[in-house]
């Protein structure tokens, strides 16, 4: 199995190659040439098996120069008992009837990212290994909060890495930002940003490809590369717990092998309903993709009219791993779903970055409405879901869960399609404290500091805190600094001693 550019059809390489490189270096990102399938057999031969057993039917076919070994190495130690408070890893919860939801978050940061992260030092080093001789990799974040966490837990006194990790100073949560400056690890630097997530983002794309800085990482034998989600060893990962939720399902009952079941996803950088995106492909039945946006709600507009335009508001909002403007990610979808034009992707993404904007034809986007769907969930209406799912089914979920419960009650409303549905909860709701807080009381919250929250929000639904939040009570903040965007990469020669 070959990799390739979505800008760039010329360029191939191999899967470690693609995980350890991150990005292409015309700026494209790494794509499979070509997209495996897994018969109903297939499927039905990973009923009985356990989440590190199914990772490793869905990876290996993709990462073919991996070899057995290397991958039992990778998959075993990323998904051990010891670091998921589910025994089940991803467990999939019926709420009532054909709703169900996939709980993402039962890794050491409590956010779905872990799902990944915990995978992708492995995959990195061993690829590493294979491709880079020797060289330290330096891992640069651009951050909207859990990513952040999520890829220093990950590379945390991992050998031959570091990792510095960039976030908006004012856009993640106040849990978030805990769980970043206290960062134990002696590879690990974190700095907050004056500016959003999308100049985070554009900062970091932008220092991967200056030629002055890689010469400057060349002389200390060190190499970039990224842990956000257009690293291919981000996605893959991801696609895994679909099989895994479906082969679940059928195990429990709800379904039976082949039945067609709808997924949606909270959305961001467009990352995890990729993945999704990607499990279809494969042959698991998938009827509908649903995009979940809050009122940044980008993705909505461009599934329903064609054209993506980031020239608007930006919202900072109380899911604020999904207040992202550029999704990434959508550039690999526009990739497969174009016919594999690079040249119509190129000429988009040119557009994106020169006037924010761009039009699919009209056929593209009606091939994308055959299997996506879209909306978005205000501010009040994720209050009003996360009170009305505990109230009435005992379930706390986290508003990033809530955006995607909202937008998926609207989809049966409009269309009448109630087949047995996923929807993924990224996040506890010990995450995001105080928002689950206020809504679960209407609005009525007592004045209390971060953790006061979580004690109070413990006593008034009864749902366990996670322990990776309620340990960060007694650790100290390591990292206070603050940059401007335009200083990112003074920033990085900084830390990195250049
Ligand atoms: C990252 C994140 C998302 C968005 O996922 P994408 O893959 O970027 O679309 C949603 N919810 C939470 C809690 C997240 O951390």
Sequence with gaps: MFYTSTRDKSIKVTASQAIAQGISSE???FVPCEIP????DKISSMIPMSYIQRAKTVLREFLTDFSDEELDYCVEGAYAA????????????????????LELWHGPTCAFKDMALQLLPYLMTVSAKKTAGGKTIVILVATSGDTGKAALEGFKDVDNTKILVFYPVDGVSPMQKLQMTTQQGSNV???????????????VKSIFTDEQIKKELEKKNMMFSSANSINWGRLVPQIVYYFSSYCDMVKAGRIKNGDKINVVVPTGNFGNILAAYYARCMG?????LVCASNANNVLTDFLKTGTY?????????????MDILISSNLERLLYHMSGEKDTVVSQLMGKLSSEGRYTVSDDLIFEIQQLFDAGFASESSVDDTIKELFDDYGYLCDTHTAVAVKVYDEYVKSTGDDIPTVIDSTASPYKFSSSVL????????PELDEFDMVDELNRITGADIPSPISSLRDKSVRFSNVCNKNDMAQMVFKLLDL
């Excluded at 698991?284 to 509908?288: A, Q, T």
């Excluded at 335009?309 to 899911?319: G, L, V």
């Excluded at 206020?438 to 919250?445: E, F, S, T």
């Design 27 to 29: 700026g494209g990102l």
């Design 82 to 101: 010891e670091k998921f408070s589910s025994s089940e890893i991803a467990p999939t919860v019926n709420i009532s009837g054909n709703k169900n939801i």
């Design 309 to 321: 335009d980031k020239n608007r508001a930006f919202y900072t909002t109380t899911s604020p791993s």
């Design 189 to 203: 630097s974190v700095c907050a940003i004056n500016g959003n997530f999308d100049d985070a983002q554009n900062a």
């Design 37 to 40: 399938f897994f018969s109903q």
């Design 284 to 288: 698991l039945p998938v009827k509908k």
């Design 438 to 445: 206020h809504a679960v009381l209407d609005g009525k919250v």
